[in-house]
């Protein structure tokens, strides 16, 4: 069986990247899917952004859908992304059950 489509987008100067892209193969370990799947893209440019309906870093993808509700993007698409935790607390990272959710939902 193949699993679903993980894509995983991040800008660099977003410190966060780095702890979300450890979570998100730890929480496909667990989901029994392979983290070497993961679609890597560093979204570097404004273009990227556009090109990639990008809301801000990191954003994590199954299956073409977005993890987590994006909100709309204030000025530049080059910025880091605050996710709200299911218990409404603002965070940079977005919150486990939505990502295991995401990936148990698809694979």
């Known amino acids: 069986m193949r699993g679903p489509r993980v894509e995983f987008l991040w800008w660099g100067g977003c410190p966060s990247w780095e702890r979300a892209i450890a979570d998100l193969r730890r929480a496909m370990e667990e989901a029994g899917l392979d983290p070497e799947t993961i679609e890597l893209r560093e ?5 990227d952004a556009v090109r990639e309906s990008f809301p801000g870093s990191p954003t994590i993808r199954v299956d073409g ?13 080059l910025t880091c992304r605050v996710y709200r935790r299911r218990d409404g607390r603002p965070s940079p990272l977005p919150d486990p059950e939505d990502v295991r959710a995401a990936l148990g939902s698809r694979g």
């Open 65 to 77: 859908e977005d993890v987590a509700e994006a909100g709309p993007a204030a000025g530049s698409p």
């Open 43 to 47: 979204i570097e440019t404004e273009d």
